[in-house]
């Protein structure tokens, strides 16, 4: 089973069998608190109308309340929290697991058939009622079945582990949902990453840890923000939640340790953001503009790049100003660039690049849009006296070299969908904007997408 099956299974905090809570406003304008079951018919003498869900946000917003959820989902939250599995809890499932296997193979791995799943169900049952019942489904036995359509016992428990873990976490995450909708702003994840104090757990700075938390969070927004709003469920499967739980997971037991920062939740990757923001800024000002990029360490990126890159992606402090004139770019801005720019292949880098590239909002990329960004690149390039510098043909060259690597389905026209198709993204983007990313390029070091 995928682990998206299993956020389907543990989204929602179990409210599909539960009673609704309504709100009704009576006629003299009162609140009136009900319970009303899922599907049940309403009296036909019922003079209350439902009250607008916007209209009571926005009372209890005047109240000055920080949560604006349903009282009941917060006690629903909390009986689910006090109901989850500990780590014994499982281990013992695991034990019964073993003790239900039907058979072992060669390598002495046990399996189970669905009858003794059925058999520790009921076990489980006894102890802790219905609450794993959905890892006994016919459909999970199905979906983990191996050998001799029986399931492997050690399969078996990291599923149920695995469960537990996202229910666990979907708990935490929905506890910062104010509005009891799914959804979370970057300001709630900064809220959960004080809660979990993943970075207090590094002995992080005092003085550092407001930063630390938002340049944390912005990874979260880029890859899964509309608007800065992330569903829950999406942060469940996320990639960097796997990332997040891992140095979660190594704090519980004998602490983390990357000295490489190649997890963006360690210290040492978000102390190294944090510092060369400061190096970068030039001025004092907590802001960069275009010129300070250009001292980016280990890139070498065009003015052409960098002036489009403000242009598309960071809005202007001075309404009047034109083109980069008046843009500055924050530390979160300057965290999502570099986010994308690490994963220039990622679907939501994809979509953060391609604008900058298409000047003319055309939706596609011609010989002529390529041929623009690399000219700066070669420029550079000859400044910097590399290899082949002299080549009078070297810029259309490569920018038949970039459409033969992508090819488009249409000839001519570079479409958003023709880089994410191709996986060679990282590698155009690169080219196009960095000098030292052509030159890995041209030495054989191309990035993996």
Partial sequence: MTVADQAEHVNGVGFETEPTPCNFIDSAGRRVDSTVETGASTSSSCTFSVCPS??????EMDAGEESYRPAAFTLKLEKLASNLLTADDVSLVVDWLREESSLTDENGEDYMDFEGMWRVRERCRDLWGGELDRCF????????????????????GDYIQRFVQMKKLNIELCYHDKFANGHLTGKALEDFLEEIQVFEGQDTDTMMLFRA???AAAKFVFHHGRNGIMRTVDLLVSPVMEELQRVRGALEKDGFDDPDGNNWFSRKSIETIIDAFRELDSRGHRRLVVGDLLAFQGAKFTPLFLHRLFEERIVKTTPRSTNTAGREMDLEKFAEFVIAWRDKGAPAAIRYFFPIFDIEKKGYLTHVDIHMF????????????????EDPNMCE???NEIFEMVNPKVFGKMYRQDLERSGKAANVFGMLADMWEFWRHENGEVELS
């Fill in 54 to 59: 916007w209209l009571l946000k926005s009372r």
């Fill in 137 to 156: 489904l016919a459909t999970t036995f199905l979906k983990l079945q191996a050998f001799g359509g029986a399931v492997p016992v050690e399969v078996a």
């Fill in 213 to 215: 938390r938002q340049v």
């Fill in 374 to 389: 690399f000219r700066e690149v070669f420029d550079v390039w000859v400044e910097c006296q590399q290899e082949g510098s």
């Fill in 397 to 399: 060259n490569v920018v």
